[in-house]
């Protein structure tokens, strides 16, 4: 089936702006992350979701930071008052969690460039 | 806390020739899976080869295949007869073995070319 998908792709916001990106997961994966990834860096951690339930918020950076999964598939990733340092690429990735395998997949990310 | 450590900033080879990344790691725990990603510039990760710790086999996925030295608390990448689609971002990532899913924790990364 269809991979992890990420909108917007690009996104340009000034600084103060609120921005939300969303993640639709692979159909039927329980589990659902956010990474930010900084140019150059690995990705970083920033929460986790288990169907609906956020289980793991302590990646987020600030109070700035909101997600939600409201349904269980579909995630939005909230930045308030968006400021230059969160200037990052966002990726989601998803999981269906069997027994205690848990290969991650990745979507494509979207590149939010603060000005 | 984990860490995950990729010392190798940047690598270059020529075209089929056999490369390694190195990454090393540091955990307490004793159950634990190992990842190799890939990033290539279009940006989505791929998962390129997984260890589960307690398999004392080495992985091999075709042309990749591990070194993992888990008294050394290292976890190598092997790329044989390397390809130009090879070229990309290549990422050391730690993953804790319990129930339920469990974040990644990544390493620094290591930008590898292949040279034609």
């Known amino acids: 089936g269809a991979g992890v998908s990420q909108s917007p792709r690009y996104k340009v916001a000034k600084r103060g702006q609120d921005v939300a990106l969303r993640c639709d997961p692979i159909?039927?994966?329980?589990?659902l992350f956010w990474y930010q990834q900084a140019l150059g860096q690995g990705p970083e951690f920033l929460t986790y979701f288990q169907n609906e339930a956020q289980l793991d918020k302590s990646g987020l950076p600030s109070d700035r930071f909101f997600a939600e999964r409201p349904e269980g598939s579909v995630s939005t990733l909230k930045i308030q008052r968006t400021q230059q340092e969160d200037s990052a690429v966002y990726l989601c990735?998803?999981?269906?969690?069997?027994?205690?395998?848990?290969?991650?997949?990745f979507g494509p990310g979207t590149r939010l460039t603060v000005l | 806390a984990q860490t995950v450590t990729q010392s190798q900033p940047e690598m270059s080879v020529q075209e089929a020739e056999t490369v390694t990344l190195s990454c090393t790691y540091d955990t307490s725990e004793s159950n634990y899976y190992l990842f190799w990603y890939k990033q290539p510039p279009s940006r989505q990760m791929i998962l390129v080869i997984r260890?589960?710790?307690?398999?004392?086999q080495n992985a091999t996925e075709n042309r990749f295949s591990v070194n993992f030295q888990k008294a050394a608390k290292s976890f190598s990448l092997k790329i044989s007869d390397s390809q130009l689609g090879d070229t990309a971002m290549y990422f050391c990532a730690f993953m804790k073995k319990i129930q339920g899913a469990q974040k990644l924790v990544f390493g620094q990364g290591t930008r590898l070319t292949i040279n034609p």
């Open positions: 260890q589960e710790a307690y398999k004392q």
């Open positions: 159909s039927g994966h329980v589990s």
């Open positions: 990735a998803s999981s269906l969690p069997i027994l205690l395998t848990d290969t991650q997949y």
